[in-house]
């Protein structure tokens, strides 16, 4: 049997318990665990089983079922069909699209004449419905895939205790208070007491990431020095665990919880239940309120004015209508999907799957990443770091005999073992084993933590070569060998040894001790007897080295504004050196006993200033997701555990790596390919450009549109006709939607793409207010000129002297020119308010914004000119008016880059 590792032990102490713990955020199964760790025998039995270790007979059986649960996990209760098909389709936004579809609805179709019926603009709007509903209803199903994973992976048999016969059934026939025999290989099928044990050393890897195996004991559970009380179960040495397994040893243990109540099938339930909104979700939901909100105080309006200054009450419905529908960025989930769906492209070239969509925004407006350590910052293997003589100095003798013990063990090789034996392959020593035969072993006893192998060389000289904890190690020396000299090991040597290995362990690594004995006794007689007076010569320094883009990756995203914090169920000083390697910095620590200790307004008020966070439990990690969320932090988090998985969907984004289980990678958002790193980055700029993009076209076209609306009003008040016709509104928002189509191939300033970038309503709000009516005072411009100036002068008369049939020409004219006006000054403003700097040479857009852009100002001129111009009720324009509209879009141009400046000056930021 190989060396298991330990750390020098603080002194410990027994922890017992006769009152039910009152920390905040613990379970009830998690408070009768923590009872029975410092319960004793009787106590236990008397809770849990009378019979003791005959095991319950039929009857207990079926009492406990019924008290305590069956053991299944994943016993989720699931949405039925309908009502998640009625979740995923109805929200602020889709309530805007069906708005929309109705409105389409009525003006094409009911109220149309037979010749001009058209159910195009309802159709298109419903599929969009449908499209995303199906999305939604798609993303929120898979959920349960990720639950079935984990029932998968307990369907196995046990033995079981029953009427003083050891039984073998199914573990989900296991029930609390059944008494359990377990041996090398089982999976343990549900969370229990060690009641009995031989050597156990179990796999705790699936809730805790941490590939190391542990030691478990019988008894009441010992902690360390100055421990009041387990603060998570999974700290009990005595308590084995639900999807760990024994990797050696044999145990008897009792059954404290099942199903649901494990700490393995809280995870699972966590997966089956519905994920909190992300920040993407929260923002457009809030996006689509506020249009909603403009929408029902701006259509009555000019319902109202329209209706009263027109005396034409139906003409004022369509008017009122059509304005509803401009109010509205119609295109925006096309932009959305079209964003997001280049950015996945995009990503994917980068061998980054991105499983939904809306991750990539939420991966841009990241602020905080919260990463596992074990398998996502680091390589999640461990290797020789050093290997030392007593003095600290590098010293091959050590790693040669560490290679001849590790080499001739016939044990089962751990972890630390095979590194011996790849270190010494790397620097050329695996011919050693040539030179030398071996003798005898003796193998590794879990008491002593240690095991020897005797070798011999070509010449009968024999060696004992012992390797193990370095306490345990140290108990059966007698001399240190300090560079060549063979000291005897007093009192203050011991201390100096000890001390160098703390030092050690304080940077994060497992230290062993390696000692030797010349010519021990005849082979024959080879024991642990014979493990003393040997000579200690050295140290194995092992440690789970980081991957080699990580601190690249950290210093990136450190620039790009995203805070790093760690969430590891590894112990704090191998947390803190991974950090000090890598570049987080630790300013702040706090582990998972303190974190249990909190309530969440305590854990609120020190969540910013901690950036490190060790031994917690999975649900912890959860705690600490939501406490940053509450905090208004968008939050990633990056793993690849089962432990991982409810953290990954507590958060905003939630991020696997290559190597990670299945369920992990089935509760990602997005999913790394390849070991590189870096590749974090990109994601985040990506996901900003994302953001940028599709923010330029909801404030662009809201502000827009709300300046158009602030002019129909005063045309509705002061004019005598309507402004432009339904359909002409209708037509003017499709041309300048279809040039907005190329936001998504937009360049996004360096700049901008810097700090992380959120959805936030009010911002909107605040660029429709500054920028809108900016818009309406060249439309108001525009009015005056037309109805006072151009207009008279092509008509031949004013509006009040002309005939009706004059009057008709001079209101087609009008609407032409406000038309095209429009048009113009819509489109060529989002080149000036893509950016913060100046258009056309501070910021150049993409050359498909400029394309897409040019054509639509040239299409939509020359629709005026056009025979289906004319169908729509437009004119051909006067040269003079052209004149007039490029003085007009230079100097509106001018203006909104002077009332930019103002904005960012006093908001801080343009989009």
């Known amino acids: 049997m190989s060396i298991m590792n330990a750390r020098i032990p603080a002194p410990r102490t027994r922890i017992t318990r006769t009152t039910r ?299 009122a209508l059509s304005v509803a529908v401009g109010m509205t960025p119609e295109m925006l989930p096309a932009i959305v999907s079209a964003n997001l769906a280049k950015g996945a492209v995009a990503m994917a070239r980068r061998h980054v799957i991105v499983k939904k969509l809306d991750a990539i925004q939420n991966f841009g407006g990241m602020d905080t990443l ?122 203050q040597l011991d201390e100096k040894v000890l001390a160098t290995a703390r030092r050690y362990n304080n940077e994060g690594m497992r230290v062993l001790g390696v000692a030797q004995k010349t010519n021990p006794r005849p082979p024959a007689a080879f024991s642990a007897e014979d493990e003393s007076d040997m000579v200690l010569i050295g140290f194995l320094a092992f440690l789970d080295p980081p991957k080699e883009t990580t601190a690249a990756a950290v210093d990136a995203l450190h620039q790009y504004g995203v805070d790093i914090k760690v969430l590891t169920g590894d112990n704090a000083a191998v947390a803190r050196a991974v950090c000090r390697e890598v570049g987080i910095g630790v300013s702040g620590m706090l582990t998972g006993n303190q974190v249990a200790d909190m309530t969440d307004d305590q854990l609120d008020a020190v969540i910013a200033d901690t950036d490190v966070f060790a031994k917690l ?99 509705s008040a002061f004019l005598p006709f309507l402004p432009m016709l339904p359909l002409q509104i209708l037509v003017l928002n499709l041309i300048y939607d279809i040039s907005c189509t190329s936001l998504p191939w937009d360049s996004v300033d360096d700049d901008f793409l810097r700090r992380p970038r959120n959805w936030e309503a009010a911002s909107i709000v605040r660029f429709m207010l500054w920028f809108g009516p900016t818009s309406s005072v060249f439309d108001i411009a525009t009015y005056l000129l037309m109805l006072w100036v151009i207009g008279p002068a092509v008509i031949g008369s004013t509006w009040a002297a002309a005939t009706p049939a004059a009057q008709l020409a001079f209101a087609t004219l009008f609407h032409a020119a406000w038309f095209v006006e429009s048009l113009w000054t819509q489109t060529l403003v989002v080149h000036n308010l893509r950016s913060v700097r100046v258009p056309f040479v501070g910021s150049r857009a993409s050359w498909q914004v400029y394309l897409l852009t040019g054509a639509t100002i040239l299409g939509g001129t020359v629709l005026t000119f056009t025979p289906l111009g004319r169908l729509l009720g437009l004119t051909a324009l006067p040269p003079v008016f052209f004149g007039v509209l490029v003085a007009i879009s230079v100097l509106y141009m001018v203006l909104v880059t002077a009332v930019k400046r103002v904005f960012v000056r006093r908001f801080g930021d343009l989009l």
């Not at 939501?626 to 690849?640: E, K, P, T």
């Open 617 to 715: 439990s999975p649900a912890q990690k959860v705690r600490i997701i939501a406490a940053l969320r509450r905090a208004g932090h968008v939050v990633g988090y990056m793993g690849d555990g089962i432990n991982d998985a409810a953290a990954m969907k507590e958060s905003d984004v939630g991020i696997s790596v290559d190597t990670a289980v299945d369920v992990a990678k089935e509760s990602a958002d997005i999913i790394l390919l390849e070991k590189d790193l870096m590749v974090l980055e990109r994601g985040v700029i990506e996901g900003r450009r994302v953001y940028g993009n599709t923010i330029k076209y909801i404030k662009m076209t809201a502000s827009s549109n709300f300046g158009n609306m602030l002019s129909v009003l005063f045309a």
């Open 21 to 319: 713990s009152t920390t905040p955020h613990r379970s009830e199964a998690e408070n009768r665990l923590i009872d029975a760790a410092g319960w004793d025998l009787t106590r236990l039995f008397v809770t849990y089983n009378a019979a003791a270790y005959d095991g319950h007979d039929a009857a207990a059986v079926e009492v406990m079922r019924a008290r305590y649960g069956e053991n299944t996990v994943a016993q989720t209760t699931h949405l039925s069909i309908l009502k998640g098909i009625v979740e995923a389709f109805i929200n602020p936004f889709t309530v805007v699209l069906f708005v929309l579809a109705a409105i389409s609805f009525v003006t094409d179709y009911l109220a149309a004449a037979p010749a001009d019926k058209n159910l195009t603009g309802s159709v298109v709007i419903v599929t969009l419905v449908l499209l995303s509903g199906i999305l939604r209803f798609v993303q929120e199903t898979r959920s349960a895939t990720a639950a079935a994973s984990l029932g998968k992976m307990v369907q196995t048999t046990i033995a079981v205790m029953r009427n003083s016969d050891t039984v073998e059934l199914p573990i989900d026939q296991v029930v609390v208070g059944d008494v359990i025999k377990l041996a090398a290989g089982d999976m343990v099928p549900a969370d229990m007491r060690v009641l009995k044990a031989k050597d156990l050393f179990v796999s705790q890897s699936s809730l805790t990431g941490e590939a190391e195996p542990v030691e478990k004991r019988a008894g009441v559970h010992v902690g360390q020095a100055g421990e009041r009380e387990l603060s998570t179960p999974l700290d009990a040495d005595n308590l084995v665990f639900m999807g760990s397994n024994v990797v050696s040893g044999s145990a008897t243990a009792l059954v404290i919880a099942v199903g649901a109540d494990t700490t393995f099938g809280q995870i699972a339930k966590s997966l089956g239940d519905k994920k909190p909104p992300t920040a993407f979700e929260r923002g457009v939901n809030r996006t689509s309120w506020v249009l909603i909100r403009f929408m029902l105080v701006m259509v009555p309006v000019v319902l109202f004015l329209t209706g009263i200054t027109k005396h034409d009450w139906m003409g004022a419905v369509l008017f």
């Open 370 to 491: 919260c990463t596992d350590k074990t398998g996502t910052l680091t390589q999640d293997r461990i290797v020789l770091e050093y290997s030392l003589n007593v003095a600290g100095h590098p010293d091959d003798r050590v790693l040669r005999h560490a290679f001849l013990n590790s080499y001739y063990q016939t044990g089962l090789k751990n972890l630390l073992d095979e590194a011996i034996i790849d270190h010494a392959d790397d620097v050329e020593l695996d011919g050693l084993d040539r030179g030398f035969y071996k003798v005898d072993e003796i193998p590794f006893d879990f008491n002593r933590r240690r095991m020897s192998v005797v070798v011999a060389d070509e010449s009968g000289k024999r060696q004992m070569i012992t390797k193990g904890a370095i306490e345990e190690v140290l108990a059966v020396c007698s001399h240190v060998d300090i560079d060549g000299e063979i000291r005897v090991l007093d009192e």
